[in-house]
């Protein structure tokens, strides 16, 4: 029998006695036939469980889930307290139309001239494309929407982008390209386009329905038992401003992965370095804009799905506060850590995206109660004073705990820029219970997955998972009733801890990954891979935003010396988008000139 611990309720939890305690992780690295073998072994009833309690106890879950006395109350989705109003922003209607949404984000941005991007000698040796680059092409009749299109399919057939082994699309219609496209060049020729956002190119993470293509989850029988007969609410409102899609990103499987392994369709692979991972869930739409394939993409955030492959590809990934967007039309739509959100190169492209799909869903409006969606108008003047007046936490145990010191010493220097650069302060700050975070996301997401899964799984579909969904599978099967509980009650602690600290400071800031890249071990790529202790290096600093349902955004600020991206994570008060947005595009041009081509990348507006 285990001895009961007590913990003291966490408003009079004393900060001085809090140590920080680096992250072990007790289990073993699987791939190939061991992998197959050990999730036969685990499958079975009484020897399964037997093993899983062995490797639960030797991660202090049994002792964190049953043998401690929580004295907070559960919170079974976040709860916000009132947030004040943030600082020159625009209010947008979350329940008008995305395009006038789309034009006052546009409103906010800084003043475009089209010679400083497309002519002259102090061009940088590397940049993407902006949303608005794409704009100015099209209304200056240099390229029509059409012709980009033709690119992008003669890229996707040629590479085998939509094909096993390396796809980063796994639903691909040609045909509906062109359809899309020769529509927004039809509207663009009338002198009509719907928005700025007319005629760019998005690709849409496959647990997210874009009509007609199927949403399978990277799975290889989801569109059989479910089908899909219209847009996602997201997408929907993205095709209202004229986004034209290109098909469904592939994933990491139901997004049960950090990594973006897939042996159902091909493993993606990172623009930077084909050996390497992209990271995961969202590991299609993050290479996708990374090698300049589309300006932006959708993907999804339960326990870091857009900021891992975001930071590991390095663009830039937003995850909005809980209930911000409207999950109708997703896989991942009844749980209580997803969110959907957009990846893109730049931070203003990420401003205009999300200003389209923004807008909570009815029931999350009664019970969320959320503050008005602002966007920060950058183009103020007003913009210096309030970044120079922002206090940033820094937890340095945590932030310094990486795999590699290049990864913190870059996020450092970054820090000391912002402080050298528009005068940010940086504060030293306490987070206490973060084992007990991870746990309670663990149990939160893995219980939520199974429910959802669960049908599907018991009527025979559970055979054909990959090993690695399997093995998640098994271990989500053992969390009882008692502990979902125990995991809400410590949402709950966490909660306070987290809206004291932001009593002191306006934004929290992490490396967003613990390492960059992994490399893709050869022997993971026919039956997957389990490596947990990659994955907590993925999603060490990760998890506060899911669990508590707040806003964070990754921006890439260097790389290491193996050239591989990495990323500066920002996480913001509840609502508090706007904050993390501007604080985002300052680091974006404090780090522009140092932002380096991917090996893999194709430049669909060349000028040369």
């Known amino acids: 029998m285990g001895k009961k611990r007590v913990m003291v309720p ?14 072990t992780i007790q289990a073993p690295h699987l791939m190939g036939s061991i992998l197959k073998l050990f999730v036969r072994i685990i499958e079975i009833p009484i020897i399964g469980s037997l093993i899983i309690s062995f490797m639960k106890k030797e991660n202090n879950m049994v002792e964190m889930l049953q043998n401690t006395e929580i004295p907070e109350k559960p919170m079974f989705k976040p709860e916000f307290p009132p947030q004040e109003a943030e600082p020159s922003v625009v209010i947008v209607d979350e329940e008008g139309e995305p395009t006038d949404r789309v034009q006052s984000a546009l409103k906010c941005l800084p003043h475009y001239d089209p010679a400083s991007c497309w002519s002259g000698d102090t061009l940088p040796s590397f940049r993407y494309w902006k949303i608005r680059d794409f704009a100015y092409a099209y209304r200056s009749k240099l ?10 399919i003669t890229l996707v057939e040629g590479c085998k ?72 609410v997201s997408v ?81 990934g937003l995850k909005t506060t809980y209930g911000r967007t409207n999950m109708g039309g997703s896989l991942c739509g009844s749980g209580t850590v997803e969110i959907a959100g957009p990846i893109a190169s730049t931070v203003e492209d990420v401003i205009l995206v999300y200003a389209a799909i923004l807008g909570s869903s009815p029931e999350d409006r009664i019970s969320l109660k959320p503050s008005p969606p602002c966007l920060p108008i950058l183009s103020s003047l007003e913009n210096v004073n309030i970044l120079g007046s922002l206090q940033l936490g820094k937890y340095t145990e945590w932030f310094n705990d990486v795999h590699s010191t290049d990864i913190s010493d870059v996020c450092e220097d970054v820090l000391n820029l912002l402080s050298k650069s528009h005068g940010c302060k940086t504060i030293e700050i306490v987070i206490p219970e973060l084992h007990e975070m991870r746990i309670a996301h663990l149990v939160s997401i893995g219980s939520e997955s199974l429910c959802s899964l669960n049908p599907d799984i018991e009527d025979g579909k559970g055979v054909k998972l990959n090993c690695d969904t399997r093995t998640c599978m098994a271990l989500f099967r053992t969390f009882t009733a008692s502990d979902y509980v125990a995991a809400q009650c410590l949402r709950r602690r966490i909660m306070h801890h987290h809206m004291e600290i932001f009593k002191k400071v306006d934004v929290i800031v992490t490396p967003t990954t613990g ?69 985002a595009s300052a680091i974006e041009e404090l780090c522009a000139e140092s932002r380096r081509k991917p090996a893999s990348f ?7």
């Open 143 to 152: 390229v029509t929407p059409s012709k980009i299109a033709e690119q992008i």
């Open 602 to 608: 194709h430049d669909l507006l060349k000028t040369k």
């Open 161 to 232: 982008y939509h094909k096993a082994p390396t796809p980063l699309l796994i639903s691909f219609d040609a045909e509906d390209i062109r359809k899309q496209a020769a529509a927004s060049t039809q509207r663009f020729k009338e002198g009509n386009p719907l928005s700025i956002l007319d005629g760019i190119f998005m690709a849409i993470k496959d647990d997210i329905d874009c009509y007609p293509h199927p949403t399978k989850g990277a799975s290889t029988w989801m569109h059989e038992v479910r089908s899909v007969e219209k847009d996602a």
């Open 236 to 316: 929907s409102r993205l095709r209202s401003c004229g986004v034209i899609f290109i098909g469904k990103a592939n994933m990491h499987e139901f997004g049960m992965g950090t990594t973006g392994n897939n042996p159902n369709y091909g493993t993606t692979r990172n623009p930077y370095a084909h050996e390497r991972y992209t990271g995961g869930s969202s590991s299609g739409p993050a290479a996708i804009v990374a090698s300049g394939l589309c300006s932006a993409a959708l993907g999804t955030d339960g326990g870091g799905s857009i900021r891992i492959p975001s930071s590991l590809c390095g663009v830039v």
């Open 10 to 23: 966490a408003k009079e939890l004393e900060l001085s006695t809090v140590k920080y305690e680096k992250e």
């Open 515 to 583: 390492m960059t890249a992994p490399k893709i071990p050869p022997g993971a790529l026919e039956n997957g891979e389990s490596n947990m202790q990659v994955s907590g290096y993925l999603m060490r600093f990760i998890l506060a935003a899911n669990l508590l349902g707040l806003p964070a955004i990754t921006v890439p600020v260097g790389y290491d010396k193996q050239g591989l991206p990495i990323g500066l994570q920002l996480i913001g008060r509840p609502w508090g988008e706007a904050t993390i947005l501007r604080l």
